[in-house]
């Protein structure tokens, strides 16, 4: 069974610039959540979907934003990227958002 | 506003040693706790699951408790081996509707073989 999958896996961006990080979840699994890691903040909600729809948001500002598809697959945007934006973006899947979550590799974020 | 906290923030302990990492919430009403490790660099992978309703779950050397009442989980790794060096992250999910999980800051674990 194949696990949660992210893509890329390292991205090198400029300030200014805006990105896309792709996540594809377990087969099955409807809900899937994103999250910020960075060394001093630790690991922060930014959103969750669930069938398509946003139900959860973090404390984020709108540069953030994300979608979800019918099959699941979810992107998330950054936009007009800052320095700060810089760390690992994790991924995670379940089945319906309140049951155990699984994890991505991550895509490590550079903005220079 | 959930917070949790986890304590001592890094541990070293020699190999063959059996150690408990400790999470503290401050909310009691939650829908369920989860443990993760996490490796350098790498994603999270995860441990343990435990409902509201339990007390304790167990998977192989490592054995998780909750005390909801208290605000208080532990994590017991029994027979420490080098490959048990990690980060280990609690992380619950409340009882209002809002599916995320409020992570702590997680305990640095070093076996020294």
């Known amino acids: 069974k194949a696990g949660v999958t992210q893509t890329p896996r390292y991205l090198i961006k400029t300030r200014g610039q805006q990105v896309t990080l792709s996540c594809s979840p377990i087969s099955g699994h409807r809900s899937v959540s994103w999250y910020q890691q960075t060394p001093g903040q630790g690991l922060q909600f930014l959103f969750e979907?669930?069938?398509?729809?946003?139900?959860n948001k973090g404390n984020f500002p709108g540069r953030f934003s994300g979608r979800q598809f019918s099959n699941s697959r979810s992107e998330m945007n950054v936009s007009t990227l800052e320095l700060g934006d810089s760390a690992l973006y994790l991924c995670?899947?379940?089945?319906?958002?309140?049951?155990?979550?699984?994890f991505g590799q991550g895509t490590r974020l550079t903005v220079v | 506003k959930q917070e949790v906290t986890q304590i001592p923030a890094a541990l070293s302990v020699p190999e063959g040693e059996n150690l408990v990492l400790n999470c503290s919430f401050t909310d009691s009403a939650i829908y369920n706790l989860q443990w993760f490790r996490q490796d350098p660099g790498k994603g999270l992978t995860s441990l343990l699951l435990?409902?509201?309703?339990?007390r304790e779950q167990t998977s192989g050397r490592l054995n998780a408790s909750l005390d909801k009442s208290s605000g208080r989980s532990t994590l017991y790794i029994a027979a420490s081996q080098p490959g048990d060096s990690a980060t280990y992250l609690c992380?619950?999910?409340?009882?209002?509707?809002?599916?995320?999980?409020?992570f702590g800051t997680g305990t640095r674990l070093t076996i020294i073989p």
């Open positions: 435990i409902q509201s309703s339990q």
């Open positions: 992380a619950v999910v409340s009882n209002f509707g809002n599916e995320k999980l409020t």
């Open positions: 979907y669930f069938s398509e729809t946003q139900r």
């Open positions: 995670a899947s379940s089945r319906t958002g309140a049951t155990e979550a699984f």
